[in-house]
């Protein structure tokens, strides 16, 4: 069974002047320990599938599952807490905790203590290389790359089976870019998650176990 999928998702987006079909009978199936790209142009409609698959929009048509079970029937925010977790693109820190307090935040949700939390988010914070930062900052205070590296770390504090990660590595440098893929790549295959990651980079995307291309609205698997 699928860890998460989509089925037959369409979605319309309506402005004053025309409608976009941003999503046009979307069906793709996702499993634990494998590394997913979703690659596409601007416009095809990859950040609106993966607004869906996080439950964060409602499909006007087709579903979206996991483990069998509709995002509906979970209740969207019950399945980005427990199933899903997602990284922006923008970030979404909290500007006033603390990026120690930031990775620790999921982790502080299904009320894991205190004196577990810090330990695991100062391990993660060193996994996604900022361990000489002060975790006393907040972060405003630091520069956009090390911002997207707290929310990378925040992401994976979450014990939910699958990562949605939109162009994770867009705002950092080749060196920890790579660093980032290849912690996806052994969160796939170490830890058995599945990660599911946005990209216009091909070298990511040729790294990717699967890659699923998007063009006008419309989904097909490569190779």
């Not at 790579?178 to 070298?203: P, Q």
């Amino acid at each position: 069974m699928s860890v998460l999928s989509a089925e037959e998702l369409s979605f319309t987006y309506q402005s004053k002047y025309q409608k976009v079909h941003a999503l046009n009978n979307v069906s793709c199936n996702f499993e634990l320990g494998r590394f997913y790209a979703i690659v596409g142009q601007s416009g095809s409609g990859k950040t609106t599938l993966l607004s869906m698959l996080a439950g964060l929009g409602d499909p006007d048509e087709g579903r979206v599952a996991s483990e069998g079970r509709t995002v509906r029937e979970i209740g969207s925010e019950r399945h980005r807490r427990e199933n899903v977790s997602v990284i922006y693109q923008s970030f979404n820190l909290f500007p006033h905790l603390t990026i120690l307090e930031n990775v620790a935040y999921p982790m502080r949700v299904v009320r894991v203590p205190m004196r577990q939390a810090v330990p695991r988010a100062q391990e993660l914070l060193a996994a996604v290389g900022l361990e000489d930062v002060d975790p006393r900052k907040r972060p405003a205070m630091l520069s956009g790359g090390q911002q997207q590296r707290v929310a990378i770390a925040r992401a994976l504090a979450s014990e939910a089976k699958v990562l949605l990660a939109d162009e994770p590595t867009g705002n950092l440098d080749s060196e920890n870019g790579r660093n980032i893929i290849t912690l996806l790549k052994y969160l796939a295959k170490e830890e058995k998650r599945c990660i599911i990651v946005i990209t216009h980079d091909r070298e990511i995307a040729a790294q990717a176990d699967v890659i699923y291309r998007m063009r006008d609205g419309k989904i097909e698997m490569e190779g």
